[in-house]
Nanobody
Framework: VQLQASGGGLVQAGGSLRLSCVAS????????MGWFRQAPGKEREFVAG????????DYARYVKGRFTISRDNAKNTAYLQMDSLKPEDTAVYYCAADHSTVVVTTPRLYDLWGQGTLVTVSS
């Protein structure tokens, strides 16, 4: 499986963006999907995750209530809807896939990574 993230861009504070992560291959439904981000000079951090059937989602405290993760298994795609964006949300956003049946928040536990898409939020 290969992952392709897209949807980043420049947006003003308070605005919205939707990121997409398309997976190639036929085993998308066997993966828990996660979104992570990495700002310049900082470590990669967990943003949100969703189990294979969408039955469970988890969010980092700093995005809870503003971001929504979802997936469409028929389209092999995971999404991250980002609302009420803040300048501190500026980062490269990565999607990742993991064979776990639960959402894990540690980047090194994910098996596959997309290439990243840049989100810039201006004040």
């Amino acid at each position: 499986v290969q992952l392709q993230a897209s949807g980043g861009g420049l947006v003003q504070a308070g605005g919205s963006l939707r990121l997409s992560c398309v997976a190639s291959g036929r085993t998308f439904t066997s993966y828990t999907m996660g979104w992570f981000r990495q700002a310049p000079g900082k470590e990669r951090e967990f943003v949100a995750g969703i189990t294979w059937n969408g039955g469970f989602t988890d969010y980092a405290r700093y995005v809870k209530g503003r971001f929504t993760i979802s997936r469409d298994n028929a389209k092999n795609t995971a999404y991250l809807q980002m609302d009420s964006l803040k300048p501190e949300d500026t980062a490269v956003y990565y999607c990742a896939a993991d064979h776990s049946t639960v959402v894990v928040t540690t980047p090194r536990l994910y098996d596959l990574w997309g290439q990243g898409t840049l989100v810039t939020v201006s004040s």
